[in-house]
């Protein structure tokens, strides 16, 4: 057998494997619990409406106080200037 078709019919059934392990998973699996974290977003990266804007990437300055972006749960206050809530 040729090296290439070695590595290809591996490759196609590694994908199978994956795909099979993926579907038998609950889907409460994959899901993770988020959380708002405020004041450490990048412009125009925000996750979502801020008190001065309705769209998500609307911030127009780093760090912005009302800003915020959903990280993993127990995350954000693991983070220097970050908060919970948003800042005045």
């Given at each position: 057998?040729?090296?290439?078709?070695?590595?290809?019919?591996?490759?196609?059934?590694?994908?199978?494997?994956?795909?099979?392990?993926?579907?038998?998973?609950p889907v409460e699996a994959?899901?993770?619990?988020?959380?708002?974290?405020?004041?450490?977003?990048?412009?125009?990266?925000?996750?979502?409406?801020?008190?001065n804007s309705a769209c998500?990437?609307?911030?127009?300055?780093?760090?912005?106080?009302?800003?915020?972006?959903?990280?993993?749960?127990?995350?954000?206050?693991?983070?220097?200037?970050?908060?919970?809530?948003?800042?005045?």
């Open positions: 057998m040729k090296k290439s078709t070695v590595i290809a019919h591996t490759a196609l059934a590694s994908l199978f494997a994956v795909t099979v392990m993926t579907a038998s998973m994959g899901k993770k619990k988020m959380e708002k974290c405020y004041g450490i977003v990048k412009a125009g990266q925000n996750d979502c409406q801020t008190s998500a990437g609307t911030s127009e300055v780093d760090g912005k106080p009302t800003a915020f972006i959903a990280l993993p749960k127990g995350s954000c206050e693991k983070i220097v200037g970050a908060s919970l809530k948003p800042k005045a």
